[in-house]
Each structure stands twice: as C-alpha cells, then as structure tokens.
C-alpha cells in the first residue's frame, strides 16, 4: 500500500466545533491533494498544492482551510464544523512531473458533524 | 468542461468469470491520460491501470485490461478471472495538460462491482 496516512480514520464530532484532519506522506511527492466524497460518489477536488507554502482551492467550493509547510504534511482545517461538512474526506499526492503520474490515496477521514 | 460518465451504478459477476465496467468521457483534448482506479470498502483507493490517449494499444495489466476506443470516447476496463478481492467501488478518471487545479483528476461517479462465491 501507499505510504499516505490520513488521521483521524474515523470522527464524530458536535456542530461550531474547530477540526483538523491530518494527511502524511513519505514518498516525497510535492503535489498533494484534498478530495471531498460524500458516499457511494465521486471524488470533488478541494484544495491541491504545488508544494511547500503553495495552497489553492479545488473546484468544488469548501470551507475549509489547508496548510503546507512541510513536504510531507498537509493538513486540513474546519474552523466551525456543521452538518453540512458530513462527508469523506481523502487526500492524495502525486509527483511532479508527467500528467501520467500515479496519484496515491490516503485510506480516507470519515467526518460526522452532529 | 471536461466530463466522465460512468452509466453502471452496480455490477456483478460470478468468480472466475469476466466483467467488463463502461466508462465513457467528453473531451475536446487530443492529447490525455485515463485512469481505473479501485476502491475497497474501507480501503485506501488504488489504481489499477492507465491509458496514454496517444498510444493505440490497449492497456492491460495481469488480469485487468482496458478497451480504449478514442473516437468513440470509451474507456470500458475488462476483469478477468474475476476474484472476491475484486469486489470495490471503481472509478474512471480522466486528466489532460489543460486542466486547471494542478491536473487533477475528474472522476466518474463510479461502479460497485460484487464478486459472487
């Protein structure tokens, strides 16, 4: 398996709490990748990186903030959680390089906003 | 925009049997890459094979193989020798040098093939 690590696996948290669902990887890669899928659909890109202190919004509108200061790290942040936000969240990295470039998978956050 | 179109929410097939997943896609690129990916219950999403737009061979790898058809738009991916370990959620995919938002992916909404014993 890929070595991209996504924590927490699973969260059931309350409405107006603040978040953030951690995303690891060790391969190296410099672009990274926030997919929303709510169940049994497609994957909406979010947020995606370039690489270090590089962060830009995906196409499907979120109201969630990322972070990259490090390589290998790019977490993500809901300031005040609500129902609405109920989904999968799965990040990914990729190389730079070819468009032919493998992206990989983390297993995925299950976030349940009550 | 570019889109991916996968029209079987639900397949299944026998073990050992083989299954062929349709996937078809709108673009006004000629130059782009499509991708299987699967998708365990509960597992991290993995690919499965990729196809360069530009190359007329199809695709395959072990007992996974793709039938690309450029003209037609289609990416239809074939399992052979179907296994219960091919059970998952398959996604189509679709990425070309165009795209915004650092190539990504555009997905099809995806396939849930079950494996009968």
């Known amino acids: 398996e890929a070595d991209i690590y996504q924590t927490p696996r699973y969260l059931v948290i309350g409405t107006g709490k603040k978040i953030t669902l951690e995303c690891s990887q060790t391969m190296g890669h410099d672009k990274m990748y926030w997919y929303q899928q709510d169940p049994g659909m497609e994957l909406h890109l979010i947020h995606y990186s370039y690489g270090v202190n590089s962060t830009e919004k995906g196409d499907l509108s979120s109201e969630s903030t990322v972070s990259r200061i490090r390589t290998e790290h790019f977490p993500l942040t809901l300031e005040s959680a609500r129902p609405s936000h109920t989904s999968q969240y799965l990040c990914a990295s990729q190389e730079l390089g070819g468009a032919i470039n493998e992206q990989f998978f983390g297993p995925g956050t299950r976030l349940t906003v009550l | 925009a570019q889109t991916v179109t996968q029209s079987q929410p639900e397949m299944s097939v026998q073990e050992a049997e083989t299954v062929t997943l349709s996937c078809t896609y709108d673009t006004s690129e000629s130059d782009y890459y499509l991708f299987w990916y699967k998708q365990p219950p509960s597992r991290q999403m993995i690919l499965v094979i990729r196809?360069?737009?530009?190359?007329?061979q199809n695709a395959t790898e072990n007992r996974f193989s793709v039938n690309f058809q450029k003209a037609a738009k289609s990416f239809s991916l074939k399992i052979s020798d179907s296994q219960l370990g091919d059970a998952a959620m398959y996604f189509c995919?679709?990425?070309?040098?165009?795209?915004?938002?650092?190539?990504?992916?555009?997905f099809g909404a995806g396939t849930i093939l079950r494996v009968k014993s």
């Open positions: 995919a679709y990425r070309d040098l165009s795209m915004e938002y650092g190539n990504k992916l555009v």
């Open positions: 196809q360069e737009a530009y190359k007329q």
